[in-house]
Nanobody, 118 residues
Framework: QVQLVESGGDSVQPGGSLRLSCAVS????????MGWYRQALGKQRELVAI???????SYVDSVKGRFTISRDNAANTVYLQMNSLRPEDTAVYYC????????????WGQGTQVTVSS
């Protein structure tokens, strides 16, 4: 049973920073791409950032230069460093991982709330 456990969500003022973490546990052969998505109230879930097993990253335009995705393959953990936070970054952030065990499939974390407000 694969589990993704997120942490790090909080309430911060505009301009502040947060670091989200997502640890993968359970039985698997390989963790492929890992990513962070977010869903604001009343909106569709959107991809924020993704990182391949080799470390190649990509970001949605609205977070480029402010957010950094990274991963620690030894710890099976992906991070999202969020700087210069804006009210429009307020959302539930979800971790996603493409994992191979008996088959290759997507797994999701439970979500962590990020609120940016003065």
């Amino acid at each position: 049973q694969v589990q993704l456990v997120e942490s790090g969500g909080d309430s911060v003022q505009p301009g502040g920073s947060l670091r989200l973490s997502c640890a993968v546990s359970g039985r698997f052969l390989a963790i492929n791409d890992m990513g962070w998505y977010r869903q604001a109230l009343g909106k569709q879930r959107e991809l924020v950032a993704i990182i391949t097993s080799g470390g190649t990253t990509s970001y949605v335009d609205s977070v480029k230069g402010r957010f950094t995705i990274s991963r620690d393959n030894a710890a099976n953990t992906v991070y999202l460093q969020m700087n210069s936070l804006r009210p429009e970054d307020t959302a539930v952030y979800y971790c996603n991982a493409d994992i191979t065990y008996l088959i290759r499939r997507q797994y999701w974390g439970q979500g962590t709330q990020v609120t940016v407000s003065s």
